[in-house]
T-cell receptor, first 116, second 110 residues
Framework: SAVISQKPSRDICQRGTSLTIQCQVD?????MFWYRQQPGQSLTLIAT?????????ESGFVIDKFPISRPNLTFSTLTVSNMSPEDSSIYLC?????????????FGPGTRLTVL | RKEVEQDPGPFNVPEGATVAFNCTYS??????FFWYRQDCRKEPKLLMS???SGNEDGRFTAQLNRASQYISLLIRDSKLSDSATYLC???????????FGQGTILTVHP
């Protein structure tokens, strides 16, 4: 299984500011995914980060709010922009276990964000 | 209707009990099915994949009924360490997208 790290592990931010979360994988992967887990809720996919092309966003998520970079096959960033308390969540990145769309995914440890 | 629905519980069972979790999904085009486990303040981790033929891993048995769009997980001889949230996860309708149920909380007590 892939080893995935995220930075920061947690942060407390003021409303109106932005935070960039980093995700590093120990092997090259074509696709990386960003999820949000709001307090007491399950995971919701934000977007798919593709290397060499723009990220693909799910319904309800937009690039202006959650810009994503994917500069190479082992790294991605997610920025939470112009934050409000409603953005307080755990943000997780994941990678697929294989090349098939049917594969399970491995998750990073998450970034716990609190917005005051 | 949610894409993946689970009984949120909580389930409180004694050690040694057998407990079953159920899950339904709405998209008949779904191709992959999993149970993940999430411990408090940790990331989800794959417990097992689920196949139409059913599969077993030690004390854990998973079943898939495509006709009914129903997934189950059976845990036998529960251990204290089984206490966690169990997530029913469905994928395969678009590349890489996994859809999570809201999770079922299990607490195993002495």
């Amino acid at each position: 299984s892939a080893v995935i790290s995220q930075k920061p592990s947690r942060d407390i931010c003021q409303r109106g500011t932005s935070l960039t979360i980093q995700c590093q994988v120990d092997s090259q992967v074509t696709m990386m995914f960003w999820y949000r887990q709001q307090p007491g809720q399950s995971l919701t996919l934000i977007a798919t980060a593709n290397q060499g092309s723009e990220a693909t966003y799910e319904s309800g998520f937009v690039i202006d709010k959650f810009p994503i970079s994917r500069p190479n096959l082992t790294f991605s960033t997610l920025t939470v922009s112009n934050m409000s308390p409603e953005d307080s969540s755990i943000y997780l990145c994941s990678v697929p276990a294989g090349s098939s769309s049917y594969n399970e995914q491995f998750f990073g440890p998450g970034t716990r964000l609190t917005v005051l | 209707r949610k894409e993946v629905e689970q009984d949120p519980g909580p389930f409180n069972v004694p050690e040694g009990a057998t407990v079953a979790f159920n899950c339904t999904y709405s998209n008949s085009a779904s191709q992959s099915f999993f149970w993940y486990r999430q411990d408090c303040r940790k990331e989800p981790k794959l417990l097992m994949s689920v196949y139409s033929s059913g599969n077993e891993d030690g004390r854990f048995t998973a079943q898939l009924n495509r006709a009914s769009q129903y997934i189950s997980l059976l845990i036998r001889d529960s251990k204290l360490s089984d206490s966690a949230t169990y997530l029913c996860v469905v994928g395969g309708t678009s590349y890489g997208k996994l859809t999570f149920g809201q999770g079922t909380i299990l607490t195993v007590h002495p």
